[in-house]
């Protein structure tokens, strides 16, 4: 564990992406309380006609007069959480059905996977449309939730082929000639030994699923008003208002790409360190 940190800190890279998300986690969840301005109050003087950055409001309001700073921070709070939190569901998910499908073996490991095959042929972005249209809900919960199910067969594959590596290390036999039960040996050895690519991939994946929420909202389909979140910030920044406000455009859209950036550098160093060639 203290070499792979040490490699992961050789990485420049890596240390400036864990820097600029911690930046941004310590913005995004302390900022709101520092910030004097609600993020969702409108502004009925200036309504329709977006302020420009001041000394009152720091990245100036938007079409209604809101404080575009305090729904920044309150929608990356969402945003972030919702890559988070779809990223454990994944894990989670892929984690246990990628581990049982290599220790399993034979058959019942080939229809496993042929059924991670055929969910990898489902394009996921219309399939969260199609499903929030069926359900005929927006909610953020489902969002989140579609979004972990749907993002969990990478991590199978990658879980699967560590487990049929280790299944045949010196250690599992050890504990198979002692009768240690498949639930145990799965859970207490394979499991643990199996996470560190598993690592790299939530890494990339947290930035996908921010990146994916912003295309929902962006489109209407994701987190709704009056909650903020960078996506739907994005798509409150219309067309007409680009020109004459364009930090409308700029904030949301520069804190996504900064957040994306941050966590595939971070992804690189933990490649980087987890892999001892």
Known sequence: MRGAWHRFARERQAVVGLTAVAFIL????????????????????????????????????????????????????????????????????????????????????????????????????????TVEALLNRFALGIIVLILGLLSWMSVARLVRAEVLSLREREFIEAARALGVPPLRMLVRHLIPNALAPVIVTATFSIGDNILAEAGLSYLGLGVQPPMPSWGNMLQDALLPAVRSAPWL?????????????????????????????
Request: hydrophobic share 60%.
């Open 26 to 129: 310590g913005g995004v969840i302390f900022g709101p309380f520092l910030v004097p301005h609600s993020p969702i109050a409108i502004e009925h003087a200036v309504l329709g006609y977006p302020q420009p950055p001041s000394w009152l409001h720091w990245l100036g309001t938007d079409l209604l007069g809101r404080d575009v700073l305090a729904r920044a921070l309150v929608g990356g709070r969402v945003s972030i959480s919702v890559g988070i939190t779809a990223m454990l569901i994944a894990i989670f998910f892929g984690t246990f059905y990628g581990a049982i499908s290599g220790m399993a073996g034979g058959v019942i490991d080939a229809l496993m996977m042929r059924i991670v095959d055929a969910l990898f042929s489902f394009p996921t972005f219309f399939l969260i449309i």
């Open 249 to 277: 455009v700029v904030t949301p859209g520069l804190l996504i790409v900064i957040t994306l950036v941050a966590f595939a550098l971070i992804g690189e160093g933990l490649r980087a360190a987890v892999d001892v060639k």
